[in-house]
């Protein structure tokens, strides 16, 4: 073996395809999901204010912290030589009924797909949420890339993808911007309300010794922001009536500074409203790219 093999990310395999994570239970106190709401500096009252009737909301993307603590395969030998080379590339979550303050939530995920693609192997982990009842509330699709990685013989598929919503004629030219800004300490905000930890977040030696030119924000902070911008500017500031939300992670975020959330088009089909939008990072970036809120017109 070269060196330089030896320190690429190598041959990945597909034996894993298929393979369960561990289940992980969250019960959705007020401690938690207020948390959340905090976590990504979402001020709707209907999230801390546990005297409102019918209690509190539950923000859609407490979902990502409870696939964050399902992540884990145990009993599985982590390749620490591709580790190095992964990407987070998008998500898609699909949200089968809101999540409710008070249910306590069982999270597994599956490695559903792996596939050869040209910047290297893309995989999918798919996350199911089951309340107590058994019935199903969300679902995360979480898709991550390996950079320079080959793929050991054939795509392997036990699920496939679903497709995303398509939109009509789209000008590129913002219909609604919003300006969301970034704190100074929103990393670590973030990192303990949302209780997603990684240092690149949160401590500048670890960022810096990872290639970053210093911490920036999680991009599951940067998506959770967006959809409170695209909540309160198309849906009534009622995050119960979101059905899904899919993007793709592009551009950094850094710490104080501003990102712009920008609807691009607005439609509704079949009683379901579709919005199209992206974030851009104080450089004019995209931080978010092909963002796609769906949700109920009206509850």
């Known amino acids: 073996m070269s060196k330089h093999e030896e320190t690429g990310p190598g041959v990945i395999t597909t034996d894993d395809v298929g393979l369960l994570s561990i289940a992980r239970t969250t019960l959705l106190d007020s401690r938690t999901t207020m948390a959340y709401a905090a976590a990504i500096n979402d001020d709707n009252p209907a999230y801390f204010d546990d005297l409102r009737p ?81 019935s199903l509330v969300a679902e995360l699709d979480y898709n991550g890339i390996i950079r320079g990685a080959t793929l050991a013989g054939p795509d392997a598929s036990v699920a496939e993808e679903p497709t995303q919503p398509p939109f009509g004629a789209v000008s590129g030219e913002a219909i609604w911007q919003t300006d969301v800004v970034i704190g100074l300490h929103a990393g670590q905000q973030y990192t303990e309300c949302a209780n997603i930890y990684n240092p690149i977040h949160t401590e500048p030696s670890v960022a810096k010794a990872a290639g970053l030119p210093e911490i920036i924000l999680h991009g599951s902070a940067t998506k959770a922001m967006a959809l409170t911008a695209v909540i309160n500017q198309c849906f009534d500031a009622d995050a119960s009536r979101i059905t899904r939300l899919c993007g793709q992670l592009r551009g950094m975020v850094l710490m104080n500074t501003t990102i712009t959330v920008e609807g691009l088009a607005e439609e509704v089909v079949d009683g379901e409203k579709r919005v199209l939008f992206r974030a851009l990072n104080d450089q004019g970036q995209p931080a978010i790219s092909n963002g796609i809120v769906c949700g109920r017109v009206s509850n």
Request: proline fraction near 6%; include cysteine; glycine fraction near 8%.
């Open 54 to 134: 019918g209690g509190l909301s539950v923000h859609p993307c407490i979902a990502f912290s409870l696939q964050w603590a399902s992540r884990f395969r145990p009993d599985q030998k982590p390749n620490l030589r591709a580790a190095a080379y992964g990407v987070h590339a998008s998500t898609d979550l699909r949200i089968h009924r809101p999540f409710k303050a008070g249910e306590a939530i069982t999270t597994q995920g599956q490695m559903v797909q792996k596939r050869q693609l040209r910047p290297g192997v893309y995989n999918v982990d798919r996350y199911r949420m089951t309340a107590s009842d058994g």
